[in-house]
């Protein structure tokens, strides 16, 4: 939502099971302008910037996606 000055961002939740196991598959898609197939290997990383363009909102320091991706593998994701 940080860079989406319009359009629309989806989230969707599907929970099911598999081999006695409960699972909690979260999808987003937005109408942003999407990422350069060379930054995608940037995105989970710490101070991972994707993107230097000026029309871009960069405040951001890089943690959110990093810190994300930190607490799911904890929860075994």
């Known amino acids: 939502m940080k860079f989406s000055e319009g ?3 989806d989230v969707f ?3 099911y099971r598999k081999e006695g196991k409960s699972y909690l ?3 987003v898609k937005d109408s942003g302008m999407g ?3 060379e ?3 940037r995105l989970f990383k710490l101070f ?3 993107s230097t363009t000026s029309d871009v909102n960069t405040k951001g320091i890089g943690l959110g996606l990093s ?3 930190k607490i799911v ?3 075994g994701g």
């Open 35 to 37: 990422i350069k197939d």
């Open 13 to 15: 939740f599907t929970l």
């Open 48 to 50: 991972g910037f994707v």
């Open 7 to 9: 359009g629309s961002i």
């Open 39 to 41: 930054d995608k290997s």
């Open 25 to 27: 598959e979260v999808q």
């Open 73 to 75: 593998m904890k929860f």
């Open 67 to 69: 810190i994300t991706k």
